[in-house]
């Protein structure tokens, strides 16, 4: 239903008189309604109205409105101007309507045509006949006529509801409110189609949907909004008949167009056929939704058909050097730089170290990095072994292979020594190998000269010469004795008791007390020694017993002893001397003879040789038959047992024909001693109950049996039956594997658990980190479990794969590879670092060899101290001297000195000066040892293998001093002799050097040097 307001029906009425005010005396008055009544009975537009009359023309047709900032309270009261109704049809300056002084209260109804100048009306239709005072619910005048309003329908009037409500049915001028649709009918389109109910009141139609089309008043097409028609605009966020959307805009691919159709309604909308920024879809809100581009780089084919690849989803051309990795390349770094990782030609710079390496040991193993990029490798370590490019060996030096040369003073592999000269017997040899490394490389085998060493500096030493008639062997193997040195000859013979030799006589007679042999008589030498012996070593001989028997005499302590008695013989004589006549041989003796039994049937005789006796029994051999009789008189033999019987095959007192039995000899009788029950007959193609008649098997317990196969299980999955002498097992069944599970699989409880089963026995790891198979598996408890209990293997340095990781590099737990370690230097010290260059750990120590000083320290790393300084090596003086000039030996004192730290040859030269023949010329060597150290000395003229012409061996390890002097006879001739000086270490406790001074014409008388 619809609700009426006073401010509605006013606004529908005046919208329905405005075309019907020739027809409808109730739009009387309309124009200044306000629902209440002038002060004169009429209706008046005043100051109160709330609603504007827009519509209502004034007198001389303007319109009049409301002030746009105003109320109609503020409008007016003192308004000069009248509205009248859009028919007025005459001006207050022709004479109708209201005078100036009327304030605007009269009002004219829309059939006014003029009135008087008074104001009054001339008495129309429309007045009812009332004055001109007056508004349309004026029923009649104050005569007394009909009254409109008064409830009571009096003639004229259609209607009259007693009230002055419009739109009730019953308007103010008492005509119905309506009386046809078409006076209800607003032109509205949009709130839908009025109509005239019975009670003639209008009501209001069923508004159509909203956007439902429409005729605007302008005749154009539009579309119902808010219940009023409005021309169809596509923008408005309305939607409207024709329109799929309205988003109140007019952007592009929104979901809705500026033309309000939908951006998209499925795929095929949005998608544009380009492969390379994916497959463009519609989304629910008609939005094209962007693909999803391929990645870049993917093939494509270009619109040209050309081939192609993806790169911010388009298809561009495959260029090499663009940028981008396109396919068919491996990279694309957008320049043609070699080297830099990605070459001209788009492919890697390297993919793997084999890209990289150029094949030389020496600078290391180039690499290539994540970024393809070809890395230096690391140098190995000098002296590595290499091969140079013209193919010789060689060692790496500062990353270059270099050919190994002798003589270079750098000591190479394969080189022990590199002195840089040619100097034999210095330590170093021509081709770098050491002078000596052993003292057998320096012993020349001679044992008089003492036995030559090998210093610390690989040189030979002398040795120490052996005391005189020390026993040697001379060059052609003969026996010999040391002589000042040398090897002499042994001469026995020579009456001198040379070593080996027990005296020389010098004679060739072997009777006396000397032999020919040096050797002393003494009985058993095989000579007799005249006068003391009678016999030595002779054989023994022949002589005649005191029983006229021959004997026998032995050279005994080199005298002849008695005559020994022979053994005594079986010949009827008294041989030994003992007084009988063969003894022992016990003839006559009853005995057995060559037969096999043991009765004595005969006497022993002698022989014919009369070593020994014969039996005279010459009968043949008694049988020992089963009869309770001893037949061969051996009581150790059974009855019978040479009986044919005994022994003999035979069957019991079983049922079976078999003979299963042997006949023994019991008390005198053959008892056959098959005592077993009757033979079954076997499965074996035998006759084992010795019955033809019975088949093969007929009676073996097997046949029939539950039985196991050929394979190797001892499961019983078949039967057995006698087939060609064999019982055939049925069971065809494969073998059942022992596994290890707790069970019996191949049915053989002598069988262990697991003892078939593949992983038993195989190699295995244990709980360890590494991953070598150093146990084997064993089932235990149903479970198999691994031997391997040994520690975790690391992996050492070796080119192996010692903890079985491939992924681990050689030596990665080699505890030597970061620690510190000694070069291939002499020296022992640990100047660089280990690193495992498989398959060897390398040393980063390059520094030349510390060489061991005299200065208390360890200097070569190897714990000792000073030890190269405190050898007792003797060297030969044939090594050479050191020099120390000539010296004054008569006219006037000189010296010279030296020091050194070690065992050393001097050579000194006294000289005569003034060849007076009453002074000698003499000298004195003096050696001090220094605290801590015992040097010894020697003084030899000539020659150090010859005189000795003094020492002095004071011993004391806090220092102490040597003194020799020497002297040469003085005659007519030059006395100019020279003396070599030997110092020899004899201990030490530290390092330090010996001094040694040599003065020229000192007093010394005694003459040591001839």
Do not use: K
């Not at 009918?185 to 949907?209: F, K, M, W």
């Not at 691994?786 to 990665?812: H, R």
């Not at 498989?838 to 790393?861: F, I, M, R, W, Y």
């Amino acid at each position: 239903m619809l609700r009426w307001s006073s401010r509605t029906v006013r606004m529908v009425l005046f919208a329905a008189c405005v075309p019907l005010a020739a027809v409808s005396s109730a739009c009387v008055g309309l124009d200044s309604f306000d629902g209440s009544m002038d002060a004169d009975g009429g209706e008046g537009f005043d100051a109160d109205d709330d609603v504007d009359v827009e519509s209502a023309a004034d007198h001389d047709g303007d319109r009049v409105s409301d002030d746009a900032g105003s109320s109609d309270r503020e409008e007016s009261a003192d308004r000069e101007e009248d509205g009248h109704d859009a028919d007025d049809r005459a001006a207050e300056d022709d004479g109708y309507g209201p005078d100036a002084d009327d304030g605007g209260d009269d009002a004219y109804d829309a059939d006014d045509h003029g009135g008087d100048p008074d104001g009054e009306d001339d008495g129309d239709a429309g007045d009812g006949g009332g004055d001109d005072v007056g508004d349309s619910a004026d029923g009649g005048d104050a005569d007394g006529g009909p009254l409109c309003g008064d409830g009571v329908l009096d003639p004229g009037e259609s209607c009259d509801d007693g009230n002055v409500v419009p739109g009730d049915g019953c308007e103010l001028d008492c005509s119905f409110t309506c009386a046809a649709a078409v006076d209800c009918d607003d032109r509205e389109p949009c709130n839908g189609d009025e109509s005239c109910a019975l009670s003639h009141v209008c009501q209001a139609g069923t508004a159509p949907a909203e956007g439902s089309a429409c005729l605007a008043a302008s005749g154009a097409g539009g579309a119902c909004h808010g219940l009023h028609c409005v021309p169809i605009s596509c923008g408005d966020g309305v939607l409207d008949v024709g329109e799929a959307c309205d988003d109140g805009n007019i952007l592009a691919g929104d979901g809705c167009e500026p033309d309000c159709t939908f951006t998209c309604s499925s795929g095929a909308d949005c998608d544009d056929l380009v492969f390379c920024n994916g497959v463009e879809t519609c989304s629910a809100s008609h939005v094209c939704v962007p693909g999803s581009a391929q990645p870049e780089g993917t093939s494509c084919t270009t619109a040209p058909g050309a081939a192609g690849a993806c790169h911010g989803g388009l298809c561009v051309p495959v260029t090499c050097g663009d940028g981008v990795a396109d396919p068919g390349e491996a990279c694309d770094d957008g320049n043609a730089v070699s080297g830099d990782g990605c070459e001209a030609d788009c492919t890697f710079t390297c993919v793997g170290a084999a890209g990289c390496d150029d094949g030389l040991l020496c600078n290391g193993a180039e690499s290539c990095s994540a970024a393809h990029l070809c890395q230096a490798g690391t140098p190995v370590a000098d002296l590595t072994l290499c091969t140079t490019s013209a193919g010789a060996p060689g060692v790496c030096r500062t990353a270059v292979c270099a050919a190994i040369v002798c003589g270079n003073l750098l000591v190479e592999p394969g080189e022990q020594c590199d002195d840089g000269n040619a100097v034999a017997g210095d330590g170093c040899e021509s081709d770098c190998t050491f002078s000596c490394t052993l003292a057998a490389q320096c012993d020349d085998g001679l044992v008089c000269n003492g036995a030559e060493s090998c210093s610390p500096a690989h040189r030979c030493a002398a040795g120490a010469p052996a005391p005189d008639l020390t026993a040697c062997s001379l060059p052609s193997g003969a026996g010999g004795v040391c002589r000042s040195g040398l090897c002499a000859s042994i001469a026995c013979g020579n009456a001198l008791v040379d070593p080996g030799e027990q005296c020389d006589d010098g004679n060739t007679d072997n009777t006396d007390a000397c032999l020919t042999s040096c050797v002393l008589a003494s009985c058993g030498d095989g000579f007799v020694r005249a006068g003391v012996e009678v016999c030595d070593g002779d054989p023994p001989r022949s002589c005649t017993t005191s029983c006229a028997s021959t004997g026998t005499q032995s050279c005994v302590g080199c005298v002849w002893s008695a005559c020994s008695p022979p053994a005594e013989r079986c010949n009827g004589l008294d041989d030994d001397c003992d007084g009988a006549t063969d003894n022992g041989f016990g003839i006559g003796t009853a005995c057995d003879g060559p037969d096999s039994d043991l009765c004595p049937e005969g006497a022993l005789a002698c022989d014919t040789v009369g070593t020994g006796t014969i039996c005279t029994d010459t009968t043949s051999s008694n049988l020992d038959l089963c009869n309770g009789l001893d037949d061969d008189c051996d009581p150790a033999s059974p009855d019978g047992s040479e009986d044919p019987q005994t022994g003999a095959a035979c069957d019991g007192a079983d049922s079976d024909l078999c003979l299963e039995g042997t006949n023994a000899c019991t008390s005198g009788h053959e008892v056959c001693g098959d005592t077993t029950p009757s033979t079954v007959d076997l499965c074996n193609s035998l006759d084992d109950d010795c019955d033809p008649a019975s088949a093969d098997g007929s009676e073996d317990p097997l046949t029939g049996a539950s039985c196991d196969g050929a394979d190797t299980d001892l499961c019983l999955e078949g039967t057995n039956a006698c087939t060609g002498g064999a019982e055939v097992c049925s069971d065809t069944t494969s073998s059942t594997v022992d596994l290890c599970n707790s069970l019996d699989d191949d049915c053989d409880p002598a069988s262990a658990d697991g003892s078939e089963d593949p992983l038993t026995g195989a190699a295995c790891d244990g709980a360890d980190t590494d991953l070598c198979l150093e146990g084997t598996n064993a089932c235990t408890g149903g479970a198999e479990v691994c031997s391997d209990t040994t520690p975790s293997t690391v992996d050492l340095c070796n080119g192996l794969d010692d903890d079985c990781d491939p992924a681990s590099a050689d030596g990665s737990e080699d505890p030597a590879a970061g620690g510190p370690c000694d070069g291939p230097d002499l020296d022992f010290c640990l100047e660089g670092i280990g690193t495992c260059v498989s398959p060897v750990l390398q040393c980063s120590d390059h520094t030349t060899d510390n060489l061991e000083a005299c200065n208390g320290l360890d200097d070569d790393c190897d714990t000792l101290t000073d030890e190269d300084f405190n050898r007792d090596n003797n060297p030969l003086c044939t090594d050479g001297f050191w020099d120390l000039g000539m010296l004054n030996g008569d006219a006037g004192a000189q010296f010279a000195t030296d020091a050194y730290w070690n065992e050393q040859w001097d050579l000194a030269t006294f000289v005569e000066s003034d060849l007076v023949t009453s002074i000698p010329v003499t000298g004195t060597v003096t050696l001090t040892s220094p605290p801590g150290m015992d040097f010894d000395l020697y003084v030899y003229c000539v020659s150090c293998g010859g005189l000795l012409a003094g020492s002095s061996t004071v011993h004391g390890l806090t220092g102490h001093t040597d003194v020799v002097d020497v002297a040469r006879d003085d005659t007519s001739l030059d006395d100019t002799f020279d003396v070599i000086i030997e110092v020899r270490h004899v201990a030490s406790s530290i390092c330090g050097n010996w001094t040694l001074q040599v003065d020229g014409d000192t007093p010394a008388m005694t003459i040591t040097c001839p």
